[in-house]
T-cell receptor
Framework: DTGVSQDPRHKITKRGQNVTFRCDPI?????LYWYRQTLGQGPEFLTY????????KSRLLSDRFSAERPKGSFSTLEIQRTEQGDSAMYLC???????????????FGPGTRLLVL | AQSVTQLDSQVPVFEEAPVELRCNYS??????LFWYVQYPNQGLQLLLK??????LVESINGFEAEFNKSQTSFHLRKPSVHISDTAEYFC????????????FGKGTKLTVNP
């Protein structure tokens, strides 16, 4: 297994355009998370899925943001009508919720760096 | 709500010197604690974690961290650093049971100089 992958790695877009990012988690992982990291800050939680169900969304996730995980495998994060303030690194992570219910390690992908001009 | 404070944004040290990166957290419930490392142009990698049991946890590359509940701290230490340890280090917390999200500190940039 090659770990969590994200595509694209870099995206430059003009303000007002829509962008979509993809995340492929570690194959057996049932939980998938999206975080955003701006310069000089730690990652901030956006949303997470357990299988195909979106279980929690941050207040950071405005109505211009939408995330899906239609078949419980890969996920997409779409930003509509991008703004310059959306420029950031978008990180995806996955984990496996075992039968014990214990917190499991989140494994992160390399991220997608978005620049909105 | 939980929060994490990393008191030092940058820590410069010389090679083979000891280092401590400080992390304090705030939470009204029990927590799990993590240290992640981010090398330049790479994603976050788990360095070590505290879930339960022994309060001293170690990584495979010589780092250790100690959970101190009374001081709400989880400081990261290494007795002798290498040039290759140059990276940004993030402390993170999550709670149990309940929230699945990680709450991160702002990070500490460790620079190891020859």
């Amino acid at each position: 297994d090659t770990g969590v992958s994200q595509d694209p790695r870099h995206k430059i877009t003009k303000r007002g355009q829509n962008v979509t990012f993809r995340c492929d988690p570690i194959s057996e992982h049932n939980r998938l998370y999206w975080y955003r990291q701006t310069l000089g800050q730690g990652p901030e939680f956006l949303t997470y899925f357990q299988n195909e169900a979106q279980l929690e969304k941050s207040r950071l996730l405005s109505d211009r943001f939408s995330a899906e995980r239609p078949k419980g495998s890969f996920s997409t994060l779409e930003i509509q009508r991008t703004e310059q303030g959306d420029s950031a690194m978008y990180l995806c992570a996955s984990s496996l919720l075992g039968t014990s219910g214990d917190q499991e390690t989140q494994y992160f992908g390399p991220g997608t760096r978005l620049l909105v001009l | 709500a939980q929060s994490v404070t990393q008191l030092d944004s940058q820590v410069p040290v010389f090679e083979e010197a000891p280092v401590e990166l400080r992390c304090n957290y705030s939470s009204s419930v029990s927590v799990y604690l993590f240290w992640y490392v981010q090398y330049p142009n790479q994603g976050l990698q788990l360095l070590l974690k505290y879930l339960s049991g022994s309060t001293l946890v170690e990584s495979i590359n010589g780092f250790e961290a100690e959970f101190n509940k009374s001081q709400t701290s989880f400081h990261l230490r290494k007795p002798s650093v290498h040039i290759s340890d140059t990276a940004e280090y993030f402390c993170a917390v999550t709670t149990f049971p309940g929230s699945e999200k990680l709450v991160f500190g702002k990070g500490t940039k460790l620079t190891v100089n020859p």
